[in-house]
């Protein structure tokens, strides 16, 4: 069965660093989507996409923040400069219409994010 | 604004016995969505179920059921005959007409033999 992947399952990093963090959505999924999870917390939303430009962003989502589609599979999240309160799980992920019937979205296994 | 609300914020449920898991909701959008989704400790968001503001009848998918109230806004997850490995954490989420996801704050199940 289709699923979303994302790497790497876990990243360390230092304050102030720059991050990527890599997804490949299903295959024909049309729409691309992160969230964030705090932990303890309940999942936020912070970016859609689709067609290759952003459709949708959140407050959270400012500009240390950018997603990038750089090929026909790879949908990335990037975080500038990174601040400890970034720690998280993040989560990508894919749905591939908009009527009712094919409306789930699936979503990766995660990355935990720990900024130190 | 859109807001969904779980007010459970942690169940135990006997092994076999069935579990009623409540969300309520408030959005203005005419079309919307709602999900389930399971968290277990791994961390993973497993979709469990979906159920369209406009179908009639309610979804299942095996042991899962939603039972839909749209004049009461609410969509409580009902899990049947519990497993052991049905203890996590279960999100409730509506889609808005953008498409993205708002979940509430989870409740934590824990099946116990």
């Known amino acids: 069965e289709p699923e979303v992947t994302q790497t790497p399952s876990h990243q360390v990093t230092q304050m102030g660093q720059e991050v990527i963090l890599h997804c490949v959505p299903i295959s024909n999924h049309l729409y691309f989507y992160w969230y964030r999870q705090i932990l303890g917390q309940k999942v936020e939303f912070l970016v859609s996409?689709?067609?290759?430009?952003?459709?949708?962003k959140s407050e959270i989502f400012d500009d240390q923040f950018s997603v990038e589609r750089p090929d026909g599979s790879n949908f990335t999240l990037k975080i500038r400069s990174t601040k400890l309160e970034d720690s998280a799980m993040y989560f990508c992920?894919?749905?591939?219409?908009?009527?009712?019937?094919?409306?789930?979205?699936?979503f990766g296994p995660g990355t935990r994010l720990l900024v130190l | 604004a859109q807001k969904i609300t779980q007010t459970q914020p942690g169940m135990f449920v006997q092994e076999k016995e069935a579990v009623t898991l409540d969300c309520t909701y408030d959005?203005?959008?005419?079309?919307?969505?709602l999900f389930w989704y399971k968290q277990p400790s791994s961390g993973e968001m497993i979709f469990l179920i979906y159920?369209?503001?406009?179908?009639?009848q309610n979804a299942t998918e095996g042991r899962y059921s939603l039972n839909f109230q749209k004049a009461r806004k609410s969509a409580n997850l009902v899990i049947s005959a519990s497993q052991l490995g049905d203890s996590a954490m279960y999100f409730c989420?509506?889609?808005?007409?953008?498409?993205?996801?708002?979940f509430g704050a989870g409740t934590q199940v824990v099946v116990t033999p």
């Open positions: 992920a894919s749905r591939r219409f908009a009527t009712s019937e094919q409306e789930t979205q699936y």
């Open positions: 159920q369209g503001s406009y179908d009639q």
């Open positions: 989420a509506m889609r808005d007409s953008w498409g993205k996801l708002q």
């Open positions: 959005t203005s959008d005419p079309s919307y969505g």
């Open positions: 996409f689709y067609n290759n430009e952003i459709s949708e």
